[in-house]
């Protein structure tokens, strides 16, 4: 199993294919398992990495550092150990504040951002009135779902989120139920910790919308037509290196709803900015392995 130390923390990557590298960073309570799709199709012609971050699936559980900020710690030092200089970042929802922050202070290591549902970039507590779609602030959510995994293991969560997904989770697709019950299984298992720890992550989101127009490198938006909490892109209208492109009939998970659609826009997104020779030397060059950091 792939481990890199980093951080403080023990954290899980999976990898696939050589070339220019593409980090994909899921949101909370997800995990690495979002991309499959992703890493099978692009690890032909790129170097793939997703990884679980701190708190998530296969990583660490620590009791400190959810913040925002620490994070990006995270993710540079994952950089540094796998050998990453530049790499495109593919977030999604709640993962989109730690790639904006990680390219406002690090731009020097970021070719493009792919901002899968970034409503998030509010911040905490804004980004609240964009879920009232939702019965319970996210904060409350979590420890509910810690509660039922305490009480009734995790086939029990499971069993919950399924039965009550309408009203606590409507971001989940209605009419994938294969999909949706492989995001259940996703959302149902981590450690009970983590329940709590999503908390810590989510209230350390500061605004970053009006951020975002500091960045100079290329950024695409994606959202689907039917996510309740949708993406506004007219609100970052005169923003010249962005751009926004939707997946019909999709709701929050736009990768795995509808992969060969979402694989198709980022495709050409990668294209379009394909790398310049020079880039290309420097991310060909051999690997000898993570280092320890």
């Given at each position: 199993?792939p ?8 954290i ?68 540094d ?5 530049r ?9 989109t504040?730690i ?6 202070r690090?731009?020097?290591r ?10 998030e970039?509010?911040g ?17 959510l979590h ?14 969560l499971i ?6 997904y309408?009203?606590l ?12 019950g ?8 981590h450690?009970v ?13 500061p ?5 975002l127009?500091?960045?100079t490198c ?25 751009r ?6 999709a ?5 795995m ?13 990668l294209?379009?900015n ?9 991310n ?5 392995g993570?280092?320890?950091?």
């Amino acid at each position: 199993m792939p481990i890199v130390n980093v951080n403080s923390c023990n954290i899980f990557y999976e990898t696939a294919g050589s070339g220019e590298p593409i980090v994909f960073l899921h949101g909370e309570s997800h995990s690495s398992r979002l991309f499959e799709k992703q890493l099978e199709y692009f690890g032909r012609n790129y170097r793939c990495i997703a990884y679980d971050r701190r708190g998530h699936a296969q990583s660490d559980v620590p009791e400190y550092g959810y913040s925002v900020w620490n994070q990006i710690g995270d993710m540079r030092l994952l950089f540094d150990a796998l050998g990453i200089d530049r790499a495109t970042i593919v977030a999604v929802s709640m993962s989109t504040p730690i790639a904006v922050s990680f390219a406002l202070r690090h731009p020097e290591r970021v070719k493009a951002l792919v901002l899968s549902s970034w409503y998030e970039l509010d911040g905490f507590p804004l980004l609240e009135q964009r879920r009232k779609s939702h019965q319970l602030p996210f904060a409350e959510l979590h420890l509910k779902f810690r509660d039922v995994l305490v009480n009734a293991g995790k086939d029990g969560l499971i069993r919950f989120v399924e039965e009550n997904y309408e009203a606590l989770l409507p971001i989940l697709p209605l009419d994938k139920p294969l999909v949706r019950g492989q995001l259940i299984e996703i959302l149902a298992g981590h450690a009970v910790e983590h329940y709590t720890k999503a908390g810590e992550y989510y209230t350390s989101i500061p605004f970053l919308r009006e951020e975002l127009r500091r960045i100079t490198c290329p950024v695409l938006g994606i959202c689907g037509t039917e996510d309740p909490s949708p993406d506004r892109p007219e609100l970052l209208d005169g923003m010249p290196n962005f751009r926004q492109e939707w997946i019909p009939g999709a709701r929050r998970f736009t990768m795995m709803e509808y992969p060969d659609l979402f694989n198709e826009v980022l495709e050409a997104f990668l294209v379009e900015n394909a790398p310049s020779a020079t880039d290309q030397r420097v991310n060909n060059r051999v690997e000898s392995g993570p280092a320890r950091v």
